[in-house]
């Protein structure tokens, strides 16, 4: 068996991890990790064969050659080897989690302070027990700050995470009903994203505060936390801001300190308003100039089905299928009914891992829908099919036979909103149109 001391002698001569052989790179550490219908051990010849400079494998039988290196689990040496990583880094390291808004926020929070430090943010959404690791891995010696996005569907994922990523510095975005099956209710979502807070307490790290929210600030006052930025839409917090304008795209002012800015940018929707709020706050927390921030975030174009605002002939698509959540979905629609527009169309998927509050939830997004006035309503999966009678729409099993009804029923000159969970791939109908 390797030590991780050893294998981080290895690491230092071979700095890429790769963890598929469908996209391995020369000279890289392949890491054979399992999964519920595959075992990277039965790959390990095949990715030495390819180009890995070693193979890091958990079974003795997967052992051919002195450059299979073997550990008692190999995802477990995957986090200690990026542990080990982390306790020699100097750097400022901020965590972000949350229940909607994580990526965006991490990627606007990138974008200002790559004007001013060399910054290595989490790539996409890898948020989970093999992307954390994978981003502090991937941490170099001209790193100056790294911003690690952390997702979580159960208790203690985050403190999971804090244990080896060790942020000194955190934000949550907010607390929502999102994967209320593996947290167990909304109480448990805020026990578990609360975990950051913990983290944070023990080490004296600094929370980043969205002050408006009231689940947030009582979260905070209730672990005694007293190192806190906060930022928000009151003159009284350390820096804040106002919507001026939130059609087509948002409109922002803002003051920290003596600090002071106007931001048009290229998001949609008001529940990103909190999300530019916090990279603003971040920004001028590390001293970037006010000018940066707002050219930082002013540039910023979201992308991967998240608040994409899209034309496609004579209709504007809201493209916002990433993921969907009760909480995400009614701000989505409270979003959609204030924006203008004659013939407005709603296409929603269903929302995933609820558990047993999945067909209270579906069917309150149902009675949402029904108080709008819309020209058109596409729901799609088998949770919203229950609660047909409740409005006037049309309904399919799968987004592939909603895409196939839009192709022959397309809208004109319509304003769409799309959204539904990820396993629905609303993404579809956008491509039908």
């Keep these: 068996m390797i030590s991780i001391p050893a294998l981080y002698d290895i690491f230092l001569r071979h700095r890429t991890i790769c963890t598929d052989t469908r996209s391995l790179k020369s000279d890289c550490l392949f890491f054979a990790l399992k999964g519920p219908t595959f075992n990277g051990n039965q790959f390990a010849k095949q990715a030495l064969e390819a180009g890995a400079a070693y193979a890091i494998v958990d079974e003795s039988d997967a052992v051919f050659s002195d ?61 989970n027990h093999i992307g954390v690791p994978l981003t502090l891995l991937s941490i170099t010696d001209d790193v100056e700050f790294s911003v690690v996005e952390m997702g979580a569907n159960h208790q203690q ?54 002050g408006d929210n009231l689940h947030l600030t009582s979260m905070v006052a209730q672990r005694k936390l007293t190192n806190v930025f906060r930022y928000g839409t009151d003159d009284g917090f350390e820096c804040s801001g106002r919507l001026v304008n939130e059609h087509p795209f948002l409109h922002v002012e803002w003051r ?70 009760p909480t995400s979905m009614e701000a989505a629609l409270n979003n959609f009914n204030a924006t203008t527009g004659n013939r407005k ?66 809208w004109t000159d319509a304003t769409v909103l799309i959204k539904g969970s990820r396993s629905t791939k609303m993404e579809r109908i956008l491509e039908a149109l």
């Design 157 to 210: 994922e985050i403190s999971s995470y804090c244990t080896y990523a060790e942020p000194n510095y955190g934000l949550i975005t907010n607390v929502g009903k999102a994967h209320l099956e593996g947290f167990g209710g909304f109480e448990g979502v805020k026990r578990g994203k609360g975990e950051l807070y913990d983290h944070l307490l023990s080490h004296n790290g600094l929370v980043f505060l969205n």
């Design 256 to 325: 920290c300190g003596s600090n002071s800015g106007e931001i048009r940018t290229q998001l949609v929707g008001v529940y990103n308003f909190e999300n530019i709020l916090s990279a603003i706050a971040i920004g001028n927390r590390f001293g970037v100039a006010a000018a940066d921030i707002d050219s930082a975030i002013a540039a910023y174009v979201p992308d991967n089905s998240r608040s994409q605002l899209v034309q496609r002939g004579t209709n504007t698509i809201i493209l916002d299928a990433y993921n969907a959540n």
């Design 67 to 127: 450059r299979c290196l073997l550990v008692p689990d190999v995802l477990t040496a995957l986090q200690s080897l990026a542990h080990h990583h982390r306790k020699r880094l100097t750097i400022p390291v901020l965590g972000i989690t949350g229940s909607n808004g994580k990526t965006t926020t991490k990627e606007l929070v990138r974008a200002v302070l790559a004007k001013k430090f060399v910054t290595l943010a989490t790539r996409g959404n890898l948020n």
């Design 345 to 410: 169309v709603i296409c929603m998927g269903d929302m995933a891992e609820l558990g047993d509050e999945s067909d209270a939830e579906h069917e309150r997004i149902v009675r949402l829908i029904a108080r709008g006035s819309y020209h058109s309503v596409v729901l799609v999966g088998k949770n919203f099919g229950k609660y047909l009678s409740l409005l006037n729409a049309v309904h399919f099993e799968d987004s592939v036979k909603a895409a196939e009804w839009v192709k022959v029923h397309p």
